[in-house]
């Protein structure tokens, strides 16, 4: 197995770009590929609309071992890329890099803390180009945390132990987008059940397998919802994820790690460091 080349720092210009706003400001170069997804099926050369789907930890190798279970995003993208993870492969660190198009190194949380994010944003940048922005996240995550203070407006979700689909985060966005008062323009939506199970149990447990599962459903309910309320305009699709999981893997030394059999993920290996995004583009209708 070796590491992806597309640092996950690209996502955060590529993202402002599509909807034709002004990058965040320390964000690294954008993605041309991504660029001409936009040009390729927006009818009006730009997205007017965004749904960005951000499940916690499906890494690389389950798409590659589980292809068939992700049809569901498949079916409403025309993109996927190879992402390396910034390091350490862990959740604030690399949703901040997501955000922020910056290394650890620049917007400061470089290990697991759920630190504020203090340098500019995709949220600020979207903010100040006047997009309404919504982010439907998990009582005390990451995603819940690290990124409070924006002009944008929070929903935070109880973390339900007995919500073993993690559909929280997406019934809640499915009824902002029914109601349309007020009507986002950005609607961004965190789910983590799949990475809380594989830390109760392992990578590839029935209940992890399940959880993943309904993460890809929940992203075909979200896309059908926009598809619907939001026909008009031209609307971007993304399902983005922050690192990768591993359960028992060799170090370089031979010596055999975490021999609970648990999942985890720390480690500079592509297990951890590898993922895959999913890009779509909804065209308005005529
Ligand atoms: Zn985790």
Redesign the pocket.
Known sequence: MIFNSIPITRLAASLAAAMDVPAPEQAEEPLPLIETLVKDHCRSDKAEKMLLFCP??IGQWLVQKYTMDFAPVLRYTQLQIPFVSAFPPV?PVNFASIFTGAQPNVHEIRRYEKKLVTIDTLFDAFARAGKKTALVAIKDSSMGTIFAGRNIDYYIEPDDPNDIDGAATTLKALELLEKRKPDYDVIVVYTMKY?DSI?ATHPESAKSLHAMKSHNLQFEMLARKTAEVWAGYDTFLGYITDHGIHADHHSNDGILKDRDGRGN?YADIPEDMNVTHFFGIQPAEK
């Open positions: 916690d930890a959740t990475d830390h993920h």
